[in-house]
């Protein structure tokens, strides 16, 4: 099983509201990350967590906020967005990379689709 | 930090021929080197990935080359269908504790001509 499940998959929201997008994974995987994709450009890099801990946090604005309950989830706490952070946010996850070579590959989940009005 | 450059931006072939897409990277400390497939509206998926201590991989297909001393890979699709009709992304990596820290190349849209 290499799944990762995001929700919801469509999103629309104004700019007051709060809301959270949600990833799960049971493969078992210690890293996890929040990427941001834009129509025709590649996906970019928000924030990864290593073992339920924030390592890398790409200087993400404050209205984003990750959080990783457990090993098998990651959110991502949205706040006063602004029409610009309409995108789509894509959850992934890999294994531990000193368990083996299979630690190299990071799987997608399908992505959460986000309007901001 | 790490910056993937991809060549070219479009690609377009007629069913059959062969399709090379070429990236190259700046971070010597990236080891790893995957590519990935997505369609339109659907996830990248990874299609093939090499590390640094290898030259070459290939998977029917699919085959990558890396030059680590030019900084530079390539992917190669011989007998291309229409449904290698796609955007492909390149993406150079590092470790990051135990995560992989992946920058990405802009983008090549393929398209196969039936």
């Known amino acids: 099983d290499t799944e990762v499940t995001q929700t919801p998959k469509h999103l629309v929201m104004g700019m007051t509201n709060k809301k959270s997008l949600k990833c799960e994974q049971h493969m078992g995987h210690r890293a996890m990350y929040w990427y941001k994709q834009k129509a025709k450009k590649p996906p970019e890099l928000m924030f990864v967590y290593s073992y339920e801990k924030l390592s890398i946090n790409e200087s993400v604005p404050s209205r984003f906020s990750p959080e990783c309950p457990n090993s098998s989830l990651l959110n991502l706490h949205l706040h006063a967005l602004q029409p610009e952070d309409s995108a789509l946010y894509l959850c992934?996850?890999?294994?531990?990379?000193?368990?083996?070579?299979?630690?190299?590959?990071?799987?997608f989940g399908e992505g959460s689709w986000l309007t901001v009005v | 930090g790490e910056n993937v450059e991809q060549h070219p931006s479009t690609l377009s072939v007629q069913e059959g021929d062969s399709a090379v897409i070429k990236c190259t990277y700046s971070?010597?400390?990236?080891?790893?080197f995957p590519w990935y497939k997505q369609e339109l509206g659907k996830r990248p998926q990874l299609i093939i990935d090499i590390r640094s201590n290898v030259g070459e991989k290939k998977d029917q297909r699919i085959a990558v080359t890396l030059n680590k001393t030019a900084k530079h890979f390539s992917l190669h699709i011989t007998e291309t269908q229409p449904e290698d009709s796609a955007v492909y992304f390149c993406?150079?990596?590092?470790?990051?504790?135990?995560?992989?820290?992946?920058?990405f190349g802009s983008g090549t849209q393929l398209t196969v001509l039936p």
């Open positions: 971070d010597s400390a990236s080891n790893y």
């Open positions: 993406a150079g990596g590092k470790s990051s504790g135990s995560a992989r820290q992946l920058t």
């Open positions: 992934a996850s890999s294994q531990d990379l000193d368990s083996s070579s299979s630690g190299n590959t990071i799987y």
